[in-house]
C-alpha cells in the first residue's frame, strides 16, 4: 500500500521514489513492485521505443485510493479478456505502454502489438479532445469531420469519393488504409481548407 499524496510525489520530480513500499502499511492505494520492468518497446509506426528510467523502474497504482482499479490494469485486463491482439490509440499513450507490457509479463499473457497515432493539436498545444473543449463534431453533418480526418491521417481522398456516401468513403478508406501513410509527426497542429484548426 501507498499512502503518498501527488504533492510529496510532485517533490520527487513527479516519481514515485519507493516512500512506502517497504512500510507494510494497512491501506491507501496498491501500487504493483515494480519486477519486470519494460525499457523500450516496438511501436509499429515509430519504431522502438524508449521509455524514461524513472518511469520504467517506477512501482505504480494498479487500485487507486477510492478503491477503483487504475487504468493501466484495467486496460489489460480488459484487453486479455476481450482477446485484443492489436492496439491502436493516440500518441499520448506512449509512456504508459511498458507498465503495460510489464503487466502482461507477469500475468503470463502473450504482449499485444502497438500503433500509437499522432495527436490533434490546438495552437496553444492542447490536444483537440472533449476534455480540453474542443468543438464538438456536427452529429447531422459528419461527413466534414470524416473527411478532415482521414487527411489528418494521411488519406488522399479523390474529389468522387469526398462526394460519395458515407458508407462510401468509410469502405474506401478501409480498402485504401496503408500504415506508411500516417504522419510520422507525435503531435500535429491540423490545418483545413478554411483555416479552421
Same mark, same amino acid.
Given at each position: 500500500?501507498?499512502?503518498?499524496?501527488?504533492?510529496?510525489?510532485?517533490?520527487?520530480?513527479?516519481?514515485?521514489?519507493?516512500?512506502?513500499?517497504?512500510?507494510?502499511?494497512?491501506?491507501?492505494?496498491?501500487?504493483?513492485?515494480?519486477?519486470?520492468?519494460?525499457?523500450?518497446?516496438?511501436?509499429?509506426?515509430?519504431?522502438?521505443?524508449?521509455?524514461?528510467?524513472?518511469?520504467?523502474?517506477?512501482?505504480?497504482?494498479?487500485?487507486?485510493?477510492?478503491?477503483?482499479?487504475?487504468?493501466?490494469?484495467?486496460?489489460?485486463?480488459?484487453?486479455?479478456?476481450?482477446?485484443?491482439?492489436?492496439?491502436?490509440?493516440?500518441?499520448?499513450?506512449?509512456?504508459?505502454?511498458?507498465?503495460?507490457?510489464?503487466?502482461?509479463?507477469?500475468?503470463?499473457?502473450?504482449?499485444?502489438?502497438?500503433l500509437h497515432l499522432p495527436l490533434?493539436?490546438?495552437?496553444?498545444?492542447? @490536444?483537440?479532445?472533449?476534455? #480540453?473543449?474542443a468543438t464538438a463534431i456536427d452529429? !447531422? %453533418?459528419?461527413?466534414?469531420?470524416? +473527411?478532415?480526418?482521414?487527411?489528418?491521417?494521411?488519406?488522399?481522398?479523390?474529389?468522387?469519393? @469526398?462526394?460519395?456516401?458515407? #458508407?462510401?468513403?468509410?469502405?474506401?478508406?478501409? !480498402? %485504401?488504409?496503408?500504415?506508411?501513410? +500516417?504522419?510520422?509527426?507525435?503531435?500535429?497542429?491540423?490545418?483545413?481548407?478554411?483555416?479552421?484548426?
Amino acid at each position: 500500500y501507498c499512502q503518498c499524496t501527488r504533492k510529496q510525489i510532485k517533490e520527487h520530480g513527479g516519481f514515485y521514489p519507493g516512500t512506502c513500499r517497504d512500510k507494510n502499511l494497512k491501506e491507501g492505494a496498491i501500487r504493483l513492485k515494480m519486477t519486470k520492468p519494460v525499457a523500450r518497446f516496438l511501436d509499429q509506426k515509430h519504431g522502438m521505443i524508449e521509455i524514461p528510467e524513472q518511469l520504467v523502474n517506477e512501482d505504480f497504482i494498479i487500485k487507486r485510493r477510492d478503491g477503483l482499479f487504475a487504468y493501466n490494469l484495467a486496460v489489460v485486463l480488459d484487453d486479455i479478456d476481450q482477446g485484443v491482439t492489436e492496439v491502436v490509440r493516440g500518441a499520448d499513450l506512449i509512456e504508459p505502454t511498458g507498465r503495460q507490457i510489464s503487466l502482461y509479463q507477469i500475468l503470463g499473457q502473450p504482449e499485444v502489438s502497438y500503433l500509437h497515432l499522432p495527436l490533434a493539436m490546438d495552437d496553444n498545444g492542447n @490536444k483537440l479532445s472533449k476534455q #480540453n473543449h474542443a468543438t464538438a463534431i456536427d452529429i !447531422e %453533418n459528419p461527413k466534414p469531420a470524416l +473527411l478532415h480526418a482521414m487527411t489528418f491521417l494521411g488519406f488522399d481522398v479523390p474529389e468522387e469519393i @469526398k462526394a460519395a456516401s458515407m #458508407n462510401e468513403i468509410l469502405s474506401w478508406g478501409c !480498402e %485504401n488504409w496503408r500504415l506508411e501513410q +500516417l504522419p510520422s509527426e507525435i503531435e500535429i497542429t491540423p490545418r483545413f481548407s478554411n483555416g479552421t484548426v
